[in-house]
Nanobody, 127 residues
Framework: QVQLVESGGGLVQAGGSLRLSCAAS????????MGWFRQAPGKEREFVAA???????????VYADSVKGRFTISRDNAKNTVYLQMDSLLPEDTAVYYC?????????????????WGQGTQVTVSS
């Protein structure tokens, strides 16, 4: 069982930055691939970024095309925490952001392959 708690959301102007954090409970955090998703009002939950579990040589990350080059996912297994650094924010990035944990052996962009979810944190980008 893994419990996830997101923090760091808020209101920011377009072009600004935010860093989201997701703190996980449990001793097996390092064995989970971690992802960030977002959901805007009236839209389906969509993939943002994901990162592999414990690295062999280095972590591997994937990003949605809409955030590539602007967002960076990272993790600190010693702190049981995954981060999402969001730069050059746009109004269309406004959404509730969720972190999630997956038992998948590699990174996955599919909502269905994530086993645990946080409660979400609101990010609002004003124009």
């Amino acid at each position: 069982q893994v419990q996830l708690v997101e923090s760091g959301g808020g209101l920011v102007q377009a072009g600004g930055s935010l860093r989201l954090s997701c703190a996980a409970s449990g001793r097996t955090f390092s064995s989970y691939a971690m992802g960030w998703f977002r959901q805007a009002p009236g839209k389906e939950r969509e993939f943002v970024a994901a990162i592999t579990s414990s690295p062999v040589r280095a972590y591997y990350a994937v990003y949605a095309d809409s955030v590539k080059g602007r967002f960076t996912i990272s993790r600190d297994n010693a702190k049981n925490t995954v981060y999402l650094q969001m730069d050059s924010l746009l109004p269309e990035d406004t959404a509730v952001y969720y972190c999630a944990a997956s038992r998948a052996k590699w990174v996955t962009m599919s909502v269905q392959e994530y086993d645990y979810w946080g409660q979400g944190t609101q990010v609002t980008v004003s124009s």
